[in-house]
């Protein structure tokens, strides 16, 4: 049936609505994404879309009404979402100039991380952090898109920014400080992630992190770890240093 085909065709689209109230048979109020469906990805009545709240479920959605005026959908079931990670992955993350820290929320989002938190260090070359609020609308979209693409079933949360003492004061169960001159005091085991619900990143800026710097947090119990003998720029690091974490957790399969 052309309906159906309709259907199977809208099906990869998925889209995180702030305060969705949806159960299965019940009709949904879809006019903060009409634009995106009519005259971006140019669906149609009767294609059916993915709705997620935010909660791990998802909820498919058969497109009723898509009109200049009006679009409505009826939700046809409530399924759970079986690609969140297990483990709760926060990232610690030194301001990076614009399109880097933009890549690091993008890719990071698309590899598992639970929430990410902007970090002001020495090195850091936007600060204070007040010039950073004005960037949290777009870093927040980016971040969605991500999810969305990607097919998580919960939105990574952005926190407000830190200054490097007060993040060292974060975080939970494992924490890990991605420094390059670890070398063979690296103290990061397979067994102690993937034995752990929650793991913490703190990855460096532009620069990496200076020595006083990496000495405090190793003494407020952060674990350093080193990602090899090459110079890796800030953004690699960070995404390396997620991936490292999500395979010792058995996350990539």
């Known amino acids: 049936m052309p309906g159906d085909e309709r259907g199977r065709a ?8 702030a305060g969705l109230r949806a159960e299965p048979e019940r009709q949904v109020d879809l006019s903060t994404i009409s634009h995106q469906l009519r005259n971006v990805l140019r669906l149609k009545q009767g294609n059916v879309i993915t709705l997620l709240d935010g909660s791990g479920s998802a909820f498919p959605t058969r497109i009723d009404a898509l009109t200049a005026r009006v679009a409505t959908g009826l939700v046809l079931a409530k399924e759970p979402v079986r690609s969140e990670p297990v483990i709760d992955l926060t990232l610690y993350q030194c301001v990076l100039k614009r399109e880097r ?28 952090a007040a010039r950073l609020l004005p960037k949290y609308e777009r870093w927040s979209a980016i971040v969605r898109e991500a ?3 990607s097919r998580r079933g919960r939105l990574p949360v952005l926190d407000d920014p830190l200054h490097w003492d007060l993040a ?6 494992v924490r890990i400080l991605v420094w390059e001159e670890a070398g063979a005091n690296s103290s990061v085991s397979d067994r102690g992630v993937c034995e752990a619900d929650k793991v913490a990143l703190l990855v460096g800026p532009e620069g ?7 000495v405090s947090a ?13 110079v890796l720029r800030a953004e690699t690091a960070a995404l390396a240093a997620v991936t490292v974490v ?3 957790a058995g996350e990539l399969g």
């Not at 990496?208 to 990496?214: M, R, S, T, V, Y």
């Not at 190793?218 to 090459?230: D, N, V």
């Open 10 to 17: 809208g099906r990869n689209h998925w889209f995180f609505l």
């Open 101 to 128: 820290f933009e890549w690091v929320l993008q890719k990071g989002t698309e590899l598992g991380v639970s929430r990410f938190v902007p970090v002001i260090s020495s090195r850091t070359v936007v600060r204070p």
């Open 147 to 149: 999810a969305e693409q």
């Open 168 to 173: 060292l004061d974060q975080g939970e169960g």
């Open 208 to 214: 990496g992190i200076n020595k006083e710097e990496a």
């Open 218 to 230: 190793i003494s407020q119990g952060w674990r350093p770890l080193s990602l090899g003998p090459r």
């Open 246 to 248: 999500m395979t010792m």
